[in-house]
């Protein structure tokens, strides 16, 4: 019997309803997926192979979801209050399931569709966006949504990655930036509270901030790491970077206890930090950096520095520390983004090492790579089926037309898989595929009505 595993990451599915003015959902290709899934089984079909479908994390966006009571009705349109996006406990992440569930009917189906072929399977890893999945009652829901009740063993959840069959698959957050990270990401409870899951800065970043500014730039989600996409925003829009940096540092007392290495507190990143907050927190100081190139540039410096805390260490060294000012900043949002993906790299060479793999795939980075290891192993990143575009090597005009007219960017996809088959000797072979579409899928009016006919139903 043949086995193909098929690999995908960092879809984050919300509570639907895009279309419908949920400018948090940022998963709109329930139709595409459909038609992967149903092509894949179809295959499988013809031969008898057994088929998985593994998620390598972030598969569901829990931060974007507000908990609700099962009494109201999801309003995509409206923006509820924090204390909703933030509930992390079991009732309150079920809640959000139900949700998620409820907004991409056509996604689980096809999922029911693989769970219904006897040599079909389906492993959910969990990332930093759900790791929610976590909880048992979530698990249960899944499975009455994906019609398991018996044979559940073809039905995992794994709660860091999966390590067989010369497989490693990771979601990869525990790698890179401090603000994504866990102290113990297998039982991610909040030390404070059992009952609630701990959140890192990264996760609160979220709901406290990003999502308003998303509810403006829908399309930034697509810009990776967090720490990147503020490099960019201050070559692009001041204001809204001084905000975003406003909003994360003052989140630095949580990181440093909660995930920093012992002794970095007295670095000269937190003295950075120090500084940082101390201008942003002085009006007259800040009017100055509005007039002054000079002294915005010792304020990039300082800025640079103290991000320091919050991001992957830079192979290419402290690029923004010569004295930099405007749209001279993109090459340090460059540089972040290239460090994520060498440090992933570095990672994988270890897996291979630590777990006699001889594919690993990770997620995280929204970037779909393949790159060849020693012995005969493979390094790939799934990539992301959310909308997602490498900006690294953009200029200053590409960024501003970005900001411009983002519909002229989001008409193109690259839907990428992982695809695992294995040989005779059970020795697996990967490649990184591409679903592709001219755009994204438009409903028809037909479709548009049915939608129209259940709202009214509610």
Request: aromatic share 12%.
């Amino acid at each position: 019997m043949r086995r193909t595993k098929i690999i995908v990451s960092d879809l984050h599915l919300a509570a639907g309803y895009g279309r419908q003015g949920n400018r948090l959902e940022d998963f709109d290709q329930d139709e595409a997926f459909g038609a992967l899934m149903a092509h894949l089984l179809a295959e499988c079909k013809k031969w008898d192979d057994e088929l998985e479908i593994i998620f390598a994390g972030d598969t569901f966006e829990f931060l974007q979801v507000p908990a609700l009571e099962y009494s109201e009705n999801f309003d995509p349109k409206r923006e509820y209050p924090t204390s909703c996006y933030a509930a992390s406990d079991e009732a309150a992440s079920r809640r959000k399931m139900d949700l998620i569930i409820q907004g991409h009917p056509v996604f689980f189906k096809a999922l029911r569709d693989i769970m219904a072929y006897p040599r079909g399977r389906i492993c959910f890893i969990k990332g930093n966006h759900d790791v929610n999945l976590h909880w048992r009652e979530v698990q249960t829901l899944i499975r009455a949504a994906l019609g398991v009740v018996q044979a559940r063993d073809r039905l995992t959840f794994e709660e860091r990655c999966l390590s067989r069959e010369g497989l490693y698959v990771e979601h990869g957050n525990q790698y890179l930036e401090w603000i994504n990270r866990w102290p113990d990401f297998e039982q991610p409870h909040d030390p404070s509270n059992p009952r609630e899951l701990y959140l890192p800065v990264g996760s609160r970043f979220v709901f406290e901030f990003f999502s308003r500014m998303e509810r403006q730039y829908y399309w930034m989600d697509g810009i990776k790491p967090i720490t990147a996409l503020i490099w960019y925003l201050f070559a692009i829009d001041y204001g809204n970077a001084l905000r975003a940096l406003k909003a994360l540092v003052r989140q630095l007392p949580s990181l440093i206890w909660g995930s920093l290495r012992t002794g970095y507190a007295l670095s000269e990143a937190v003295q950075a930090q120090d500084q940082v907050l101390q201008t942003l927190d002085d009006e007259r100081r800040m009017s100055t950096l509005d007039i002054s190139l000079s002294e915005r540039s010792k304020f990039y410096n300082q800025v640079d520095i103290a991000l320091d805390l919050y991001g992957v260490e830079r192979s290419g060294g402290p690029l923004a520390r010569f004295g930099v000012y405007g749209h001279t900043v993109l090459p340090r949002g460059r540089d972040e983004q290239r460090a994520q993906r060498e440090r992933l790299a570095r990672v994988a060479e270890v897996k291979r090492i630590q777990e006699g793999a001889r594919v690993i795939v990770f997620g995280h980075v929204h970037e779909p790579v393949q790159v060849e290891l020693e012995n005969g192993a493979t390094y790939l990143n799934a990539g992301s089926w959310t909308w997602c575009r490498d900006m690294s090597d953009a200029s200053h005009a590409e960024w501003l037309e970005l900001f411009k007219d983002p519909e002229s960017f989001m008409q193109s996809r690259r839907l990428t898989y992982v695809r695992v088959d294995y040989d005779d000797a059970n020795v697996p072979h990967a490649q990184l595929y591409a679903f592709e579409l001219e755009r994204a899928p438009q409903q028809t009016l037909w479709q548009r009505f049915r939608d129209w006919l259940s709202s009214r139903e509610e």
